[in-house]
């Protein structure tokens, strides 16, 4: 840790992480970051990578757990923002982007249920594009989720996903102060293979290969006539 502190202009001040390495039986990390303007609208730019290993976790703390949890969260994060980033006259400001994963992770939990994952992730950005129809499309706020397998227990339903996919994205701009005003998004869900059985009602439903999706644009650029699009 480094504070390269200014007497006579303290906002002048740079307060600096440099090369935070942690590594345990429980997390791993690597950290680096600094601030800037700490006084007045602080200014923080930084990342990091880490992993939290859910069954190295000493025995104390699995006393306090009412069940059993195994698995791997992974992450790692890049990002740049301002405290007052964080307001939606602001919000397009922040530059945010990473990942969290997941891997053979179980959770079964006493009167919670239970909830398995062999491989899951999530991506997020704020500042991500796309090409569509040969057009690239930047500045979008977007967020993905994916999984080979996921399925969840809870008092006698069962629910398993294969092939798992869902994601969705905005336009990361600045808000008008008109509400009228359409702002564009759209989502995507998608899977496999989909089982749901029920002990109480003897339910037995299965479902391959679907895909459903939802936007809503402007009408021929028209920025307050909404257009909504779905398929499935």
Not at 35 to 54: M, N
Not at 91 to 100: N, T
């Given at each position: 840790?480094?504070?390269?502190?200014?007497?006579?202009?303290?906002?002048?001040?740079?307060?600096?992480?440099?090369?935070?390495?942690?590594?345990?039986?429980?997390?791993?990390?690597?950290?680096?970051?600094?601030?800037?303007?700490?006084?007045?609208?602080?200014?923080?730019?930084?990342?990091?990578?880490g992993?939290?290993?859910?069954?190295?976790?000493?025995?104390?703390?699995r006393?306090?757990?009412?069940?059993?949890?195994?698995?791997?969260?992974?992450?790692?994060?890049?990002?740049?923002?301002?405290?007052?980033?964080?307001?939606?006259?602001?919000?397009?400001?922040?530059?945010?982007?990473?990942?969290?994963?997941?891997?053979?992770?179980?959770?079964d939990?006493?009167?919670?249920?239970?909830?398995?994952?062999?491989?899951s992730?999530?991506?997020?950005?704020?500042?991500?594009?796309?090409?569509?129809?040969?057009?690239?499309?930047?500045?979008?706020?977007?967020?993905?989720?994916?999984?080979?397998?996921?399925?969840?227990?809870?008092?006698?339903?069962?629910?398993q996903?294969?092939?798992?996919?869902?994601?969705g994205g905005?336009?990361?701009?600045?808000?008008?102060?008109?509400?009228?005003?359409?702002?564009?998004?759209?989502?995507?869900?998608?899977?496999?293979?989909?089982?749901?059985?029920?002990?109480?009602?003897?339910?037995?439903?299965?479902?391959?290969?679907?895909?459903?999706?939802?936007?809503?644009?402007?009408?021929k650029?028209?920025?307050?006539?909404p257009?909504?699009?779905?398929?499935?």
């Amino acid at each position: 840790m480094q504070a390269d502190f200014d007497g006579s202009d303290p906002d002048a001040s740079v307060f600096t992480l440099k090369r935070l390495h942690i590594d345990g039986e429980v997390i791993d990390l690597d950290a680096d970051a600094s601030v800037t303007d700490a006084f007045s609208d602080p200014l923080i730019d930084g990342k990091f990578k880490g992993k939290f290993d859910f069954g190295r976790l000493p025995m104390k703390v699995r006393q306090l757990i009412p069940g059993k949890i195994v698995g791997r969260l992974s992450g790692d994060s890049e990002f740049r923002f301002r405290a007052g980033d964080f307001s939606q006259s602001r919000f397009h400001r922040l530059k945010l982007k990473g990942a969290l994963s997941l891997t053979g992770f179980t959770a079964d939990l006493d009167s919670l249920g239970r909830l398995y994952t062999r491989s899951s992730e999530l991506r997020f950005g704020s500042g991500n594009s796309f090409i569509a129809n040969g057009h690239q499309i930047d500045s979008l706020l977007t967020v993905s989720f994916k999984s080979d397998t996921l399925s969840a227990f809870y008092d006698g339903l069962d629910i398993q996903f294969r092939g798992l996919k869902a994601g969705g994205g905005t336009p990361n701009r600045s808000n008008s102060a008109d509400t009228t005003i359409i702002q564009p998004f759209g989502v995507k869900f998608a899977f496999d293979r989909l089982s749901v059985d029920s002990k109480a009602d003897s339910l037995h439903f299965r479902l391959r290969n679907a895909s459903a999706g939802a936007s809503l644009t402007r009408y021929k650029g028209d920025a307050k006539v909404p257009r909504m699009g779905l398929k499935v």
